[in-house]
């Protein structure tokens, strides 16, 4: 299953002075959180995180948005196919930490950025839900690793039903071919979902045959129906990708819903000379746009 560092403890997190900051316990200014990656985590099948950077890049920090309405449904996207990144895959909104920002001011920026929706103070609540080790390609058998993140899992809870936001959204076409607003029983199921696994995505009979996406092409959004089998496709373990929903967002709808899996053993990593803290950089400013 889904992995989770230090044996199920919970881990320090932080963002200071332009840092992302991991700690195996808690420290002055940080947030009690778990850290997760998959069984077929390259990081985990090289030995450890510093096998996996790509050269010259180091890890990544980022920040990735569940956006829930009051009326329940929850916002992901589908990344178009020319990205070299995660291509066709559903994510939520997200991107890399610039210097000196905080974990919700990047959330709200990339969901602003990617999907025209700008959250005012006050309208929404939020909450950090866990970490996920992202590493591309995410199976060695798909060749050696090429971006390397952790990315924080943001949940926002809206004030606002999702008709509302629906009426303001005006996603950026080069980074969103497609988006959706999924039901909470939709959610689950796609969260039960084995990533590595292999087989086709199998629709238990409770769930609608298929849901209501919004695809955009051209300036010109177009409502049209997905087989909810392809959002409970698995990241298959040889061979091209296919369309799914990512395996660290899996990872955080399993905390959204409130279970997770059983804990792993937590992997090597390299120790900062000062103590028990690992370090994240954040990205440089105005980095390339990445997917998780």
């Excluded at 602003?112 to 959250?119: D, H, I, K, M, V």
């Excluded at 999702?162 to 005006?170: T, V």
């Excluded at 899996?250 to 370090?279: I, M």
Aim: proline residues 12%.
């Amino acid at each position: 299953g889904l992995g989770v560092w230090g044996g199920g403890t919970a881990w320090g997190c932080a963002l200071q002075r332009g840092r992302f900051l991991l700690a195996d316990a808690a420290f002055p200014g940080s947030t009690e959180t778990v850290l997760g990656r998959p069984p077929f985590c390259p990081a985990k099948l090289l030995g450890s995180p510093v096998a996996a950077e790509p050269r010259g890049r180091g890890v990544e920090a980022a920040v990735a948005v569940l956006l829930q309405a009051a009326t329940g449904p929850l916002l992901l996207t589908r990344r178009p196919h020319g990205l070299s990144i995660f291509p066709n895959v559903w994510v939520p909104p997200g991107g890399h930490v610039e210097p000196d920002e905080e974990l919700l001011a990047v959330g709200l920026r990339e969901l602003q950025e990617e999907t025209g929706l700008r959250l005012a103070a006050g309208t929404f609540t939020w909450r950090l839900l866990g970490l996920w080790e992202s590493v591309y390609p995410p199976m060695l058998s798909r060749g050696p690793p090429r971006r390397h993140h952790i990315v924080a899992y943001l949940l926002l809870r809206s004030q606002e039903p999702h008709e509302e936001l629906e009426a303001r959204i005006c996603p950026s076409e080069a980074e969103v071919s497609a988006y959706a607003w999924l039901e909470p029983r939709v959610l689950e199921a796609i969260a039960a979902t084995e990533d590595g696994a292999g087989g086709p995505g199998c629709v238990p009979s409770t769930l609608p045959a298929s849901v209501s996406i919004t695809e955009v092409s051209g300036g010109s959004p177009r409502a049209v129906q997905l087989p909810t089998a392809t959002l409970l496709n698995v990241a298959p373990a040889e061979g091209e990708d296919v369309e799914r929903v990512s395996t660290g967002t899996k990872f955080a709808l399993r905390l959204w819903a409130g279970s997770t899996p059983p804990p792993r053993p937590p992997p090597q990593l390299e120790r900062d000379p000062r103590g028990s803290t690992w370090v994240v950089p954040a990205a440089p400013k105005s980095p390339p746009k990445r997917g998780f």
